[in-house]
């Protein structure tokens, strides 16, 4: 996996060990093994023949990483974008982008960005309102081509080939970065760098002892009977079947249902359905506390 840069806000993976959340409260429903099991990076996927495109997204990626940029009258930077957002969506409330566009009528003058809207706090919707920081890094970058916004929601598993077809100019998803997908698609410079985490009842203590991913491994490894859940297509669900191209090895003794957001996975843990749902570290977070709250 590619190394971490720098700009990546602190509170990530680095030496993390904690075992789980806090203790469970009467009213906890699920909780989380705070333990990173994946190194991975998100980047904007782009056409590989669209080199001009690449190199507008990278200028603004590296502002954001550094000095910051011009936006809705303030300079931010990605930690300021990430922070804010991030902090809305923990409070079940979004950061609008405004009024965009979610169709295509005049390519010449758009950009057009793939995504898929159920992966909080880098895209999500409230309401009819388009939120999250992936979100705000496409206004930036519309912006500063001088081009009309257009977001077009879609399965997450047709995003990158999306971009590929020529469908969108760019994808913006909480996209990891991948040998496979760079086969396809062009990536920008990383901006963001995550991990997965899994989440089970708050009543389950078969991770309580846990410190390492080896030691996550080892349990899920003997779990029996036992049926996990992911978002299709996305790294959590090839945390648990296997990938060669992310490097995961897989757990065949588990049986994997797939969901089109973490938040239904989640859900169905809630109600007994599944063991384990395994999902990005800050998506996985935001439907856990969510269903917390309830």
């Given amino acids: 996996m590619k190394k971490f840069l720098a700009f990546v806000v602190s509170a990530l993976i680095a030496g993390v060990c904690a075992v789980t959340m806090a203790?469970?409260?009467s009213t906890q429903k699920v909780k989380i093994i705070e333990i990173p099991l994946s190194s991975e990076q998100y980047g904007v996927a782009i056409a590989k023949e669209n080199t001009e495109l690449k190199a507008e997204v990278n200028e603004v990626i590296e502002l954001l990483a550094g000095e910051g940029i011009e936006y809705n009258g303030k300079t931010v930077t990605f930690n300021s974008l990430y922070n804010e957002n991030k902090e809305a969506s923990d409070k079940n409330e979004g950061i609008s982008i405004g009024d965009v566009k979610t169709a295509s009528t005049n390519r010449a003058n758009e950009l057009v960005v793939a995504t898929e809207l159920g992966f909080a706090p880098f895209e999500y919707t409230v309401g009819n309102q388009i939120c999250g920081v992936d979100m705000h890094i496409a206004k930036i970058i519309a912006d500063k081509l001088g081009k009309e916004l257009v977001i077009v929601h879609m399965d997450f598993k047709v995003v990158v080939s999306s971009v590929a077809e020529g469908l969108a100019d760019i994808a913006l998803a909480?996209?990891?970065?991948s040998p496979d997908r760079l086969e396809t698609v062009d990536f920008s410079t990383p901006?963001?760098?995550?991990t997965q985490y899994i989440a089970v009842s708050a009543d389950n203590t078969a991770f309580?002892?846990?410190k390492t991913a080896e030691d996550v491994e080892a349990v899920l490894a003997e779990l029996e009977n036992a049926t996990a859940g992911a978002a299709e297509a996305q790294t959590g669900y090839f945390y648990l079947t296997g990938s060669e191209d992310l490097g995961f090895d897989g757990f065949p003794n588990l049986e994997v249902k797939t969901y089109?957001?973490?938040a239904l996975a989640v859900q169905d843990l809630v109600n007994?359905?599944?063991?384990?749902v395994s999902g990005d570290k800050d998506t996985l977070t935001a439907a856990v506390?969510?269903?917390?709250k309830v």
């Fill in 191 to 194: 901006y963001y760098d995550t």
């Fill in 260 to 262: 089109s957001t973490i």
């Fill in 289 to 292: 506390n969510s269903i917390n």
């Fill in 208 to 210: 309580d002892e846990c």
């Fill in 174 to 177: 909480g996209l990891t970065i």
């Fill in 272 to 276: 007994g359905k599944l063991q384990v």
């Fill in 23 to 25: 203790a469970c409260s």
